[in-house]
């Protein structure tokens, strides 16, 4: 899940894999990313608060098997009460603790809760007489690669990733029926052949589904265009929007986030995935493209100073090369002076 995550109702938050382990395995990390997703989003506070609690309803449903009709019924039933509860409005940031100050917040939650039981006393008494069993849900593993370095992961079927820098990697601690991974920025991906166990990626609007391949995803989340190139194998992409492509070795798809579109081709596999062996290569991208690359692979901030501006498209190769010696081949063909200090790339007119 990126920043972008941006439900529609509680039950949204509810298939999220992330959001259930915050519930039930807190952390350190996930309470400070729930906290930069809130601060994101404030609009959304009241519906994460009813969906904690439409978690625990879930919760019970999954122990005691309880039939979907019920299940539905009850959770309408809490929407319905929550809904009426204007206290909602005035939510503290702090979601993990509670002050006086929102104590009256608190009371109309208690007293859904006690509505909760109710419901759940009564089904109890007069459903379920067989003994109850726990769905076992497996741990998310997050892994972060931040600016300026690029990492190797191990999933639990043994297939490798390599992350490449400013990039996030979300994947269950075991696979069960489906291998589902999720990704923020780019990754290489060699993936073990499970005929039986399609392998899955979904980074922001796109899902890449595989059996067992070695490809490329490039999707950075404020990226303007996403891709998918294959080196070996068949891969299947989807958009949000059910535009589909199938891709064979030496194919790649280009999706456009602004217009949607999804279009195939070859590709310069250097330009795509030679970050690998440490190639940045430029092939007529934008200034805006080539800066967030140096961005993520240096570990700079980049600045423009007031009257710089570049029009046109930018080419170059370089190989396990210093950012200075980047910037002094792209200084002579774009005419401009630079300087770096405290972590900051500072591009300037001559």
Known sequence: MSMSFDPKNEADFLKHPLFIKWLSHSNAE???????????????????????????????????????????????NLLHYHVKQEQY?????????????VVKWWLPMAAALVVMG????????????????????????????????????????GSQVTVNSDSEIRFPSSFGEERTVELDGQAFFEVVK???????????QLKTTVLGTSFDIGAYPEDDGFHV????????????NGVSATLLPDEAT????????????????????????????FREESYKQVFDRLSRWYNVDVELAAGVEFTGKYSGEFKNESLENVLKGMEYSLNFDYEIKNGKLIISNK
């Open 194 to 204: 499970n005929p039986e166990k399609p392998f899955t990626v979904q980074s922001g």
């Open 229 to 240: 190139a294959v080196v070996t194998g068949k891969v299947e992409v989807a958009t949000e």
């Open 30 to 76: 996930l309470d400070s990313y729930w906290q930069h997703w809130l601060e994101k989003h404030p609009e959304k506070k009241e519906m994460l608060v009813r969906a904690k609690d439409l978690a625990k309803s879930l919760s019970w449903k999954e122990q005691h098997q309880m039939p979907q009709e019920d299940f539905s019924r009850i959770k309408d």
């Open 89 to 101: 409005k005035e939510i503290d940031n702090s979601h993990f603790r509670y002050p006086n100050r």
């Open 118 to 157: 109710f419901f759940l006393l009564s089904y109890y008494e007069i459903g379920q007489t067989g003994a109850s069993e726990e769905v076992p849900v497996a741990d998310w593993v997050v892994r972060k690669v931040p600016k300026g370095m690029k990492k190797v992961f191990r999933l639990p079927d």
């Open 254 to 281: 280009f999706f456009d986030v602004r217009d949607l579109s999804l279009t195939k081709g070859t590709y310069d596999y250097d330009q795509l995935i030679g970050w690998k062996e440490r190639i940045l290569k």
